[in-house]
């Protein structure tokens, strides 16, 4: 017997499993099994992700386990947090407590807009602020590019309009950690029951209560993804693309164009994007990441690198630093020997 099915638990290194055994809800009306992989998918090396449809050989509905046979194609891959199949990030953000601080939140659009999916900004606590402070919020994001929804978990403002934009979706839930992201979800989805952190005074922000990636069925029809919480997201764009996640500057770009075809819009003449617009700031800082990490990946892959390529088990591969040579390798027995001849010579002069 075979069923179709989605994986909606595992640990947070779940690119590279460490363990065979996923949570597979096989549909809303049937019990999670617990399931190992086919042998013959760990040897093509088929990993299999939180989000992925998999087909299910011989379910043994009492004991509540099964066999992961197939995966099913994917129509949308995601490395940080390892996901398959999201058609939207929702990106959670307080206004106050811990306050809204502009290039955390920029930086978190920049990753999610690289991934190419449709972002939801929410804005949470908005009953901390008022009307006069949450309107100069919305215009600010406004010349960014983005429509903010303001919400408050506490109060239950404008959950249900959050929850109409989930509806029949997998969604990834993300932002920084003490916004509300846990709380939102336990509203969403009372049968969540996540662990809900407090703001640190000290640091005003919010401390990791999440552990691994899960699907959460929502009420509505779709399903959420609770990821675990990161303060700082990768900046792993290549400095050419990174210009194209900024929407102030691809409106710039519909309407013009920069005199070279490579131009990374920081002093180059006669350049479309470069000029008086909030986030260009952000944007050079965000570049001069891009590059240091692109100089840093090219030096790796160079011969005079001080990284070499380990391969481990499994097939898997990774980079270690290079001993120094004069220091660690062991002196051959013809130097030893020419070493002791040299040391009889001056011993007899």
């Known amino acids: ?21 996923l949570r597979v809800a096989a549909s809303v009306h049937l019990p999670l099994l617990l399931c190992t992989r086919r042998t013959r998918l760990k040897k093509i090396g088929q990993q299999v992700m939180v989000g992925d449809r998999v087909v299910v050989e011989e379910p043994d509905w009492a004991g509540g386990r099964g066999a992961i046979a197939e995966v099913l194609p994917r129509e949308s891959e995601l490395d940080r947090p390892a ?66 929804l303001f919400i408050s978990v506490q109060n239950g403002i404008n959950i249900d309009q959050a929850a109409s934009y989930l509806s029949n979706k997998i969604t990834v839930i993300a932002g920084p950690s003490g916004v509300g992201k846990s709380s939102l979800i336990n509203w969403l ?22 552990r691994h990636v899960e699907l959460f069925e929502l009420p509505c029809g779709g399903l959420l993804a609770d990821t675990p919480g990161f303060n700082q997201p990768d900046m792993d764009c290549s400095p050419e693309e990174l210009v194209h996640y900024f929407p102030e500057a691809r409106k710039r770009l519909a309407v013009a164009n920069c005199r070279f075809s490579d131009c990374l819009h920081r002093d180059e003449p006669e350049c479309a994007v470069r000029g008086d617009w909030e986030r260009y700031e952000h944007y050079l800082e965000f570049l001069d990441a891009a590059i240091a990490l692109q100089t840093q990946l090219q030096q790796q892959a160079g011969p005079e690198s001080t990284l070499k390529l380990k391969t481990k088990g499994k097939g898997q591969s990774q980079y270690e630093p290079k001993l120094e040579t004069k220091k660690y390798r062991r002196v051959s027995r013809k130097t030893q020997l020419q070493n002791l001849q040299q040391l009889y010579q001056e011993s007899e002069e």
């Not at 017997?1 to 055994?21: F, G, K, L, R």
Request: proline share 6%.
């Open 1 to 21: 017997m075979e069923i179709a099915s989605i994986a909606t638990s595992a640990n947070t290194d779940n690119s590279v499993p460490a363990s065979p055994c």
């Open 83 to 148: 996901i398959a199949n999201v058609n939207q990030i929702l990106l959670v953000f307080a206004v106050a407590d811990p306050p809204l601080e502009p290039y955390q939140l920029s930086r978190f659009l920049i990753k999610a807009e690289s991934t190419g999916l449709d972002v939801l900004l929410c804005l949470n606590k908005s009953d901390l602020i008022s009307q006069e402070e949450q309107q100069q919020i919305s215009d600010r994001l406004l010349s960014w590019g983005y429509q903010p």
């Open 189 to 210: 989805i009372p049968d969540a029951n996540l662990r809900v952190g407090e703001v640190s005074g000290k640091l005003a922000r919010g401390r990791h209560t999440t």
